[in-house]
């Protein structure tokens, strides 16, 4: 079983930032993919930044010059920073990772519960 747990949401005012963290633990032999996702009220969940292997990265075109992720790969951890943020940055942010949890065996994804992320303006 794999635990995944986010942390660090939190009320900022527009212009703020914010740091997230989020812990991968239990039966991991690796870990492929981090990610960080948001959701919104009434907004499909959309991606806002991923790392991988080889710490290749992605972004949100909307996050991109303000957001930046990271991971350490002896802690299966990813942090997003998060700077000028704004109202719209407004969500509940998902860590997801890409677990393997057997050498040869098959990649699942988990999912943390969310934290939540409040811009005031």
């Known amino acids: 079983q794999v635990q995944v747990v986010e942390s660090g949401g939190g009320l900022v005012q527009a212009g703020g930032s914010l740091r997230l963290s989020c812990a991968a633990s239990g039966s991991i032999f690796s870990i492929s993919v981090m990610g960080w996702w948001r959701q919104s009220p009434g907004k499909q969940r959309e991606l806002v930044a991923r790392?991988?292997?080889?710490?290749?990265?992605n972004y949100a075109d909307s996050v991109k010059g303000r957001f930046t992720i990271s991971r350490d790969n002896a802690q299966n951890t990813v942090y997003l920073q998060m700077n000028s943020l704004k109202p719209e940055d407004t969500a509940v942010y998902y860590c997801?990772?890409?677990?393997?949890?057997?050498?040869?065996?098959?990649?699942?994804?988990?999912w943390g519960q969310g934290t939540q992320v409040t811009v005031s303006s």
């Open positions: 790392i991988i292997d080889g710490d290749s990265t």
């Open positions: 997801n990772c890409d677990v393997r949890t057997l050498a040869a065996g098959p990649t699942y994804r988990y």
